[in-house]
């Protein structure tokens, strides 16, 4: 079975950190461009940022430039996202997604989507 699944959220105080793992089954990611995204209630799904298959970031969004990170292991065949300096408005469902690409300046994606991990940030 093919699928992708996040791991590592959780409720975090603000100025903390969190690792998310986005790990696959069924297929080689190495092979994927790889991206994270997430959606906060009310709000839209916002594209974070796209790693290539050669390990390349091609996409870091403004709200997140400084303080979240995305890397890969593909030996692990998975990829992660360090977010250090949380604050609340962080706070959203993550999801990790396969085929990004970047169309007018926004992350789309054209690949398979995870089930999504809830990361809270609050006092």
């Known amino acids: 079975q093919v699928k992708l699944v996040e791991s590592g959220g959780g409720l975090v105080h603000p100025g903390g950190s969190l690792r998310l793992s986005c790990a696959a089954s069924g297929f080689t990611l190495a092979y994927y461009d790889v991206g994270w995204f997430r959606q906060a209630p009310g709000k839209e799904r916002e594209g974070l940022s796209c790693?290539?298959?050669?390990?390349?970031?091609?996409y870091s969004a403004d709200s997140v430039k400084g303080r979240f990170t995305i890397s890969r292991d593909d030996a692990a065949n998975t990829v992660y996202l360090q977010m250090n300096s949380l604050k609340p408005e962080d706070t959203a469902i993550y999801y990790c997604?396969?085929?990004?690409?970047?169309?007018?300046?926004?992350?789309?994606?054209?690949?398979?989507w995870g089930q999504g991990i809830q990361v809270t940030v609050s006092s």
């Open positions: 997604a396969t085929d990004c690409e970047v169309v007018g300046g926004i992350l789309k994606v054209v690949g398979s």
């Open positions: 790693i290539s298959s050669s390990g390349s970031i091609t």
